[in-house]
C-alpha cells in the first residue's frame, strides 16, 4: 500500500506542476488527466485533499492548483 501511495503523490505532484501557476480549461485538464483506472485515482484524490479549485472561466470552468496544493508541490518539489 505504501508503493502506491508513493505512486499516487508522484502523479499528484505531476498534475499539479502540469497545472502551474495560470488555470487551464476544466476540458483540457480532464482530457489530459481523467482516468478510469481505481488504484490510479490522480484527479479524485488530488481534489479530495484540496489541492484543486475551480474559478469562472467565462463559458467554461477554469481549474487551478489552490494555495494548499501550491504548498504540497512547494515541499515535495522545492
Not at 505531476?14 to 476544466?26: R, V
Not at 485533499?49 to 522545492?78: C, D, K
Amino acid at each position: 500500500m505504501i508503493e502506491q501511495s508513493a505512486s499516487l503523490d508522484a502523479l499528484v505532484l505531476d498534475l499539479l506542476e502540469w497545472i502551474g501557476p495560470q488555470a487551464k480549461p476544466y476540458r483540457e485538464v480532464m482530457e489530459a488527466w481523467r482516468t478510469s483506472c481505481p488504484r490510479l485515482p490522480v484527479w479524485e484524490d488530488a481534489n479530495e485533499r484540496g489541492f484543486l479549485e475551480y474559478r469562472p472561466g467565462g463559458a467554461e470552468t477554469l481549474v487551478a492548483v489552490s494555495a494548499r496544493g501550491a504548498r504540497f508541490l512547494a515541499q515535495r518539489r522545492p
